[in-house]
Nanobody, 125 residues
Framework: QVELAESGGGSVQPGGSLTLSCAIS????????LGWFRQFPGKEREGVAF???????TYADSVKGRFTIAKDNDTNTLQLQMVNLKPEDSAMYFC???????????????????YGPGTQVTVSS
């Protein structure tokens, strides 16, 4: 069992910055993917950024160059640093985790079994 809890959401003006954090607790795995999803009203969740257990990040095209995902193994936290935010980034953001047993996977393609409750990000002038 893995538990996730996001923090750091809020309201910001276009061009502003926010950093989301996700506290991770529970069972530990040797191989896993961690990631951030977002969900717009009436839409399905979409992947934003992911990071492998050994630290390789991947990003959705819509956030490349603006968002940075990072994990801290010492504090068991996952972060998403967001700069140059746009109104279209407004959404509920969720952190997610999933273990895997294959040596290499595409984190974007995994089905995630653990999500946090989410944190709202609103970008508006």
């Amino acid at each position: 069992q893995v538990e996730l809890a996001e923090s750091g959401g809020g309201s910001v003006q276009p061009g502003g910055s926010l950093t989301l954090s996700c506290a991770i607790s529970g069972q530990k795995y040797n191989r896993y993917c961690l990631g951030w999803f977002r969900q717009f009203p009436g839409k399905e969740r979409e992947g934003v950024a992911f990071i492998t257990y050994d630290g390789t990040p991947t990003y959705a095209d819509s956030v490349k160059g603006r968002f940075t995902i990072a994990k801290d193994n010492d504090t068991n936290t996952l972060q998403l640093q967001m700069v140059n935010l746009k109104p279209e980034d407004s959404a509920m953001y969720f952190c997610a985790a999933q273990a895997h047993y294959a040596p290499r996977v595409v984190c974007f393609d995994l089905i995630y079994g653990y999500y946090g409750p989410g944190t709202q990000v609103t970008v508006s002038s």
